[in-house]
DNA sequence: CGTAAAATTGACGCTAATCAAGGTCCGTGG
DNA sequence: CCACGGACCTTGATTAGCGTCAATTTTACG
């Protein structure tokens, strides 16, 4: 238990920069969370009471919308925070959180954590540093749905995952989480057929293998080429690319 | 000028709470900044050294793609701030501001903040407010990019923007900013053409007025079932509204 | 009054959403 | 072990939506 917690003291963002002992502190104040893989740390529209710092498993963020649609909106893996951002605000969840497999987490409670970082202002600092990276992403993200089209959409998404998750297998790399057709279109603004052509154009090009909810990126420059919007023309030297 | 540092105390979330002294010893290590129309806070790219808050004026946020696309972000009036997200973080905007009129902020120096945010904690508590929802904000933007279609985002754009900057007038609800077809085109991922083709057809029913860089809603309420993809069908009773 | 920015409108074509049909994979229970 | 059902995936046909280009008009302002 004292292993997993130096863990989560070296890994997460909330507790860096924090000596050693206010990291024990704060950790003192959590309490430990178990899920099981398709439970659900909350659900869209519960008041916001708790905040969470994963350090195992994945977890699935979804939101729907007023008409029943789904959009996934993240995926997130150790060391990654659940409800911060709206925690601290008073309001309600703006989405759910679901494990995609058994997870484990610390959290505290809103009022809790309020009070820590009224004790210990750089755990507030971190927490404002956490939401800014995520604020900047979704940016990014934004701006990539209302400029791009979907075929790039689709590779960025891709290639995000592959940063996040990404794993080394025989023949390229792995995006190590259950990922379906229909979980790419609604992190995309698109829909499951257009997901699935795109893949298996990409397949027959060699670029990547996909099986049943899985995905490996073989030619992972090559989507890179598609995502930034490099036209061919512009890269000099790589006539082998259009055979 | 200390009429206008009250105003500002009042008005603007990160300061809320405090009390009065604490209020004006943050204020006093402000530093006043004005900006004439056309001007910029800052350009997108630049270190993000500074962080303001406007207490003057009409800011317009925009955020440039690799391939010199523009994205309109976000339009921001009195008591909203600048570059707060990214300043603390040591990052770059990731976008730019520039003032579509005279303004006026307050400003800080990013280390100038982090130090009063470590002796005055809620102050980094306020600034996770202001950031979490604008956090928010942006996630509602970017389900409805990629779950509406076109009509609908307009539609939406322009309540938001009517719950922003709206001013009762004569024949309905003006968008007291200067807003071009472009502007709109921008903030809702299409292009100009069909926001010309959808206003006018809006302008045709009666719902908006619309002239060069200006916006009236007139049947907001239409607008709104627009926007929530409400079909007449599904309300009852409300045969008023079709007249 | 002249110019440039802003807006309109029509025509065209492509992207991608939608619908339909069928195939494949996997766990479960007989 | 096999059969079945449900989840997942594929592919084709169709078409609405919307992006793009071109041409013209309107508006604001010096």
Known sequence: MNNTHQDIVERCFLLRGLDADTGQAILDESH???IEAGG??????????????????????????????????????????????V????????LSAEAIEVCEAVSWHRDEMKQLMLRYPQLALNGMNMMSSRFT????????????????????????LVRQFGKRVADGVLIDIP?????????????????????????????????????????AHELVVLAEDLTKDLILGTDEVSE
């Open 32 to 34: 430990m969370r178990r």
């Open 179 to 219: 990922l379906t057709r229909q979980d790419i279109a609604e992190m995309t603004g698109t829909n499951l057929y257009n997901v699935s052509r795109i893949l298996s154009k990409w397949e027959q090009e060699g670029w990547i293998v996909s099986h049943r909810k899985q995905v490996i990126l073989c030619k």
């Open 137 to 160: 992403r979704l940016q990014e993200r934004f701006r990539d749905i209302s400029t791009k089209r979907v075929e790039q959409r689709i590779a960025r998404a891709l290639l995000r």
């Open 40 to 85: 659900f740390f909350f659900h869209q529209g519960e008041p916001a009471e708790w905040l969470y710092i994963l350090y195992r498993g994945r977890v699935k963020l979804v939101q729907l919308t007023q008409e029943g649609e789904q959009v996934v909106v993240n995926y997130f893996g150790p060391g990654q925070g659940l409800g911060i951002i």
């Open 87 to 94: 925690a601290l605000n008073g309001a309600d969840y703006p």
